[in-house]
């Protein structure tokens, strides 16, 4: 499959990475052409890399992610072009995270989402949130944690979280572990959820906190 991957950054190179190692060909995206950290990625990643602007991966990709930082979100997927996204499964990895007062907070919440802001802004997109809630290395390689772990997906189109499912179970993540929250507006709580995840990480040693559900 080709997937665009917009955004270079840690959570970008994770799943781009990983997704070349399953066999896609994957072009990353960024706001500028001559991006460093995507041409440095696309070197070393293996034959299905590529780079280029926004606009590019999204026209590239048959599936795309957002890893975009999410107060700029929907800066970055206006960019692309809606043309682009539009009919596309997109999966929405982004969280909305606040910094500018200091404090940890987000740009959105209660009553909103950011996957719901770009379902919006995008109504041909087919928006799936999911892997939000846990840390980049774990996003693309569960079996980092000794245990299976329980992870959130949502969205409003039935066959697009079945799509997503499909490739994080390639991941190897468990399907019974896969949880599906229903239509979009679930991604407030999965975007509040970076609030006691990101404290319970100042309190840890280790970089892959994350809390597993009880059934």
Known sequence: ???????TGSVGQALATRLVELGHDVCMGSREPGNENA??????AGSGA???TFADAASFGELLFNCTAGA??????AAAGEDAIADKVLVDVANP????????????????????????????ARVVKALNTVNYKLMADPSILRDPHDLFLCGND???????TDLLASFGWQREHLLDLGALDAARGMEAYLLLWLRLSQFSDSPLVSVRVVH
């Open 158 to 164: 039935a066959e697009a979280k079945a799509q997503v």
């Open 50 to 52: 590529s780079f280029g």
């Open 1 to 7: 499959m080709r997937i665009g991957m917009l955004g």
């Open 39 to 44: 041409s440095e990625w696309a070197k070393t």
């Open 97 to 124: 995270l606040d910094f500018s007062q200091g404090t940890l907070a987000l740009t959105v919440t209660n009553t909103d989402s950011l996957a719901e802001q770009i379902q919006r802004a995008f109504p041909r």
């Open 72 to 77: 700029h979100s929907l800066e970055a997927l």
